[in-house]
């Protein structure tokens, strides 16, 4: 499909995000990564994630008090090889980022190394993080609870988030094996995305109270978010789709999320108080480090991790498909795609960037889309 949307130039893009967040109270360096955590989800085509929640999911958090721009980092307990981090409610990408760093050094010891963090906030896609491990020649996984969203097999009622469990494998090729998404059919960004498109919701994904599959993502939000609809986990409704395996796995991350660091977990992420009124999010985050040179070598792995991913590509194709991909192959060429053009902005976004600019004063920011 051939795209249509202004391209943004990544410096500006980055350099104007970076700024706004200084201006909403965030520590430069601190922007710093945040922006990169956000356009890192747009160079791999992820937008859900990217430019499209840096206003609603960061900035208006911030503004409601929902979301602290000064992040607070309390090691509570630290081990040779685990570590357990207090983020008090400020970004949950600066928190993350401090814990990648440390479990890097720690696997590069030890081999293997884990963590938790609690009282965190959103921290952006799961696979900058596992990323981070991957540069450093090794295996990186890490998933996220969120505020409640997904209803169990058999169930309507929304109870756990979308809750993403995410691993990145460092091969011999020029991108990594990269699996990167939620446990449920689809998230919550996805959704908010395609309402800022005026798209409907694919059906099957949604489940209302009644039983009945929703379409329209702006109902879908709004009922989610009322408690009165529920997004399905992986294999959709009910066990004969196997449901009940997306189930588990959205359980796993919960408990994962959850019970490393003792923190909250499912209605008790929900951002609301038991008067509707905002509050913290309290959401936990869980990270692992396995570092290849403690088993057979870097080199033995990445080969074999390269052989397994070119062997599927190679193998016999369905009648009338071009090619066979393997996890992190789009992404890769999504950014192959655009690190000359930059990244693509819709005019929902095109609206909140000069609205941001023309507010906090920031005139040495023209778009070109203007």
């Not at 009940?244 to 992420?269: C, D, H, Q, R």
Request: charged share 25%.
């Amino acid at each position: 499909m051939t795209e249509t949307r202004p391209y943004v130039d990544w410096k500006l893009m980055n350099d104007f995000m970076v700024d706004v967040f200084v201006k909403y109270g965030v520590p430069e360096e601190d922007a710093k990564i945040c922006a990169d955590v956000l356009l890192e989800s747009d160079r791999r085509g992820i937008e859900s994630h990217g430019c499209n929640r840096f206003k609603p999911i960061y900035l208006d958090r911030i503004k409601l008090g929902t979301l602290l721009p000064t992040t607070e980092i309390e090691i509570v307990k630290e081990t040779p090889t685990t570590v357990v981090i207090d983020a008090h409610d400020g970004m949950g990408m600066v928190a993350s980022h401090k814990m990648m760093e440390m479990l890097i050094e720690k696997a590069k010891i030890y081999g293997l190394a884990g963590g938790a963090i609690y009282n965190s906030t959103h921290y952006g896609i799961a696979g900058y993080w596992t990323g981070m491990a991957e540069k450093a020649g090794m295996i990186g996984i890490s998933g996220t609870n969120a505020r409640p969203s997904v209803a169990p097999t058999f169930g309507v009622e929304p109870m756990m988030g979308t809750n993403p469990m995410t691993f990145t494998i460092p091969t011999d090729e020029e991108f990594p094996f990269n699996f990167d998404c939620a446990t449920c059919i689809m998230q919550n960004g996805k959704i908010e995305f395609y309402e800022r498109q005026g798209k409907e919701t694919p059906e099957g994904c949604v489940v209302s109270k009644s039983g009945e599959t929703m379409t329209d993502s702006g109902q879908i939000l709004k009922d989610i978010r009322a408690g009165k609809a529920a997004l399905l986990p992986l294999g959709g409704l009910g066990e004969a789709t196997s449901g009940y395996k997306g189930y588990g796995f959205t359980t796993i991350v919960e408990i994962f999320s959850a019970a490393f660091a003792g923190g909250p977990f499912m209605k008790a992420l929900s951002g609301v108080d038991e008067n509707g009124d905002p509050k913290m999010y309290k959401l936990g985050h869980f990270f692992f480090v396995i570092n290849p040179e403690f088993f057979m070598g870097l080199d033995v792995f990445k080969k074999t991790a390269g052989d397994i991913c070119r062997g599927l590509r190679a193998s016999e194709k369905a009648p009338g498909v071009e090619r066979i991909y393997t996890a992190g192959e789009k992404e890769y060429l999504a950014w192959q795609d655009r690190k000359d053009k930059g990244v693509p902005v819709g005019e929902s976004i095109q609206k909140e960037l000069i609205q941001l600019r023309d507010e906090l004063g920031l005139t040495q920011y023209r778009f070109p889309f203007e």
